[in-house]
């Protein structure tokens, strides 16, 4: 095998072919032709992609790569590297999008004469975007030797999708598939933090991010003059730089090293900073930094790095400019800041607190907080009030989780609140919600800012009036579910021990016969504009609700959008369950961890194929079980081999029990609001006893 060769693993062989890894298995252990591992480990054994290619399609089971799948498989079995072909691919991508005529020229040419030319068109499409002192090197000759064929199919990539949209794609992937390895912003947090940080008058904001990591903040700022970014890990950096370089038209100026030791930005004077900070490091530079002139609120305690970026940002923001930071609750009520809480309240450095819900940031178990901080500007009064906004009860009923928050109303609830009080310095309270504070009020021996203490949650009913509400819904409930209570079982004529012995036709077979089509849900990576999307999530199947996750933009090319009568299975974890889409979901895109059966309704009903996947026996032969986990084989799973209009028939009724199942489920959330709402009335004198 050529050393440029690119490699790749059973789980990537199983995901070029659409099977399990399990059939990879059977496939190398049946035939006896099929490719022998040229790398990795004895248990996670490597292949080379081209012979994979080749002996799949010998086979049948490949009729051609996909395109995004062959670039990613490049990536991923890249000889220095999955980061490193990363880098490769999105310097050959910019030059695509800035210079495409001189790239033109450039592909005519053999690869080894490509590999030879190539390092000065890159370096001065590297050098006029990024400037002399950058994060993303030059490769040179024999570097590029080996990423040819990479580069070849990255810009064949962005032919079809746009080099912006080809570099998010495999740069998405990668993150995916080293979690650990990143500390990730979500979307959701990202778009808050920049829509808090935008100034009326900076219609083209300079925008600094000082723990800058995957650029995610960066990127969510609107129409940038100037991005300026600094991350400790060099490979992320310019990751990073690229991602920004291939977003907009933005000036981008992004380096490497430690912010608070080594400021890569020290004369910056920018409209706007965000950040996601490091939190709890005790090594940020305590002893070295005693006298740095940017403790202008106090010199930081040790346990207090966080504090240190917060003066950090406000050292790099212009008189007026805002920073905002996603900060650990801690850091609001800890006593060792509380100097530097006070003396940011008393100069009117700190504007506003936001808590989160928890799970919408890493950590993800803790409900963290945004601070909106404002550098003070000569001649500008003091703020006499403090903003603070709980949101915390923003989530689905399903419980709290990064996939169940409720984004749109954590949005709505934060910007209803900040936008009059930026403008006006004060804002009408909304129980427990939100609250303009006196800052005399805050100035105590705790200066303990968290939301939470100073703005008690309103009665869960929300009075007697909406309690009264409340119980009229919950008796209509149980009227409706009473009306829907099956009637008594009758027997059938099957023999109940044959349960755990269904014989008829698996799924596997009838999506081989053509009468249900099987698709796995991914969420299709990002695709082009559009507005959000909608996503349809394993917990919303789980938990009955409808689609709660988004995708900031069109969906990608192997997203699989659902249609009213498909059927959608979880694959994970046990218990059955299955869900036939109605028009209200229709249109979202199919979420991980899901499968979607497509019936034809002319050989299948699809209540009748939904009622009979939820049976007990049925899913218990038809999962696997490992340590930590169960996992459903769709394809195992079997209907008995019965005429449409039976079929029908047993849809009615398999119809009839889920919507009993939704009135319970109903039934029971509107009997928890009513009860804790009596609680919380009789408890703090808005219900009489």
């Not at 169940?404 to 427990?432: C, I, N």
Request: a neutral charge; proline letters at 9%.
């Amino acid at each position: 095998m050529p050393e440029s060769a690119a490699e790749v693993t059973a789980a990537g062989i199983a995901r070029l072919a659409g099977v399990g890894r399990a059939a990879v298995s059977n496939w190398r252990r049946r035939h006896a032709d099929f490719p022998r591992p040229v790398g990795g480990t004895e248990t996670s054994p490597s292949f080379a992609l081209a012979d994979v290619e080749g002996w799949l399609r010998a086979q049948g089971k490949l009729a051609e790569v996909p395109l995004r799948e062959r670039v990613w498989q490049q990536i991923a079995g890249h000889p220095g590297g999955a980061v490193t072909a990363l880098v490769h691919a999105g310097a050959v991508l910019l030059l695509v999008r800035d210079r495409s005529a001189a790239w033109l020229k450039l592909a005519a040419l053999s690869d080894e004469r490509l590999a030879e030319t190539l390092p000065v068109a890159l370096d001065e499409t590297l050098t006029r975007r990024f400037g002399a002192e950058r994060a993303v090197r030059t490769p040179a000759a024999v570097e590029l030797a080996v990423s040819v064929p990479l580069m070849r199919g990255a810009a064949e990539l962005a032919a079809e999708s746009g080099a912006r949209q080809a570099f998010e794609f495999l740069l998405g992937r990668h993150l995916d598939a080293n979690p650990r390895q990143y500390t990730l912003t979500p979307p959701g947090p990202a778009a808050l933090m920049a829509a808090l940080a935008a100034g009326p008058g900076d219609s083209r904001p300079t925008v600094l991010d000082p723990a800058s990591g995957t650029g995610t903040l960066l990127r969510a700022v609107r129409n940038p003059a100037a991005v300026h970014g600094q991350d400790t890990d060099p490979d992320l950096a310019a990751l990073t730089a690229l991602r920004l370089a291939l977003a907009s038209d933005a000036e981008v100026r992004v380096r490497t090293g430690d912010s608070l030791r080594a400021d890569a930005f020290p004369g910056l004077a920018a409209d706007m900073v965000l950040c996601h900070p490091p939190f709890n490091e005790r090594n940020w530079g305590h002893e070295e930094l005693a006298y740095d002139p940017r403790w202008e609120y106090g010199f930081p305690a040790r346990t207090e790095s966080e504090l240190a970026w917060v003066q950090h940002s406000l050292a790099r923001l212009r008189p007026g400019g805002t920073a905002v930071l996603l900060m650990p609750p801690a850091a609001a009520s800890r006593r060792s800041g509380r100097r530097i809480r006070a003396d940011l309240l008393r100069r009117g450095a700190l504007r506003a607190v936001v808590a989160l819900p928890a799970g919408a940031a890493p950590p993800y178990g803790i409900p963290l907080h945004l601070w909106v901080l404002r550098r003070p500007a000569a001649g500008v009064a003091v703020p006499p009030e403090l903003l603070l906004v709980d949101t915390t009860g923003a989530e689905h009923a399903g419980g709290a989780g990064r996939d169940r928050l409720d984004w749109p109303a954590v949005h709505s609830a934060v910007l209803d609140a900040w936008l009059p009080f930026d403008k006006h310095g004060t804002v009408a309270e909304v129980p427990g919600a939100s609250r303009a504070v006196p800052v005399i009020e805050l100035l105590d021996d705790d200066v303990d800012l968290a939301p939470a203490r100073h703005l008690p949650p309103p009665a869960a009913g929300g009075g007697a009036a909406e309690l009264a509400e409340v119980r009229e819904r919950l008796t209509a409930t149980l009227g409706r579910t009473v009306a829907l209570t099956p009637p008594a079982a009758e027997p059938g004529a099957a023999d109940p021990a044959a349960a755990v012995r269904l014989t008829g036709v698996t799924v596997g077979e009838l999506a081989r016969a053509g009468a249900l089509e099987l698709r796995a849900g991914g969420a299709g990576g990002p695709g082009g504009p559009g507005g959000p999307v909608r996503v349809l999530t394993e917990h919303d199947v789980l938990a009955a609700q409808p689609p709660s996750g988004t995708l900031p933009e069109g969906p990608g090319e192997d997203a699989v959008l659902l249609l009213a009568g498909d059927v959608v299975v979880p694959v994970l974890g046990g218990g059955s369950v299955a869900r036939v889409v109605d028009e209200a979901t229709a249109g979202a895109v199919l979420g991980r961890n899901l499968q979607l059966l497509r019936p034809d309704p002319a050989a299948l009903d699809p209540w009748f194929l939904a009622g009979f996947l939820r049976g007990t026996a049925n899913n218990r032969q038809a999962s696997s079980y490992a340590s930590t986990a169960t996992r459903l084989d769709v394809r195992r799973l079997q209907l008995p081999r019965l005429p449409l209009a039976e079929q029908q028939r047993h849809g009615e009724r398999f119809r009839a029990l889920a919507a009993f199942e939704e009135a319970l489920r109903l039934a029971g959330r509107l009997g928890e609001q009513l009860v804790q709402g009596m609680y919380d009335g009789l408890t703090d004198g808005t219900v009489a006893p």
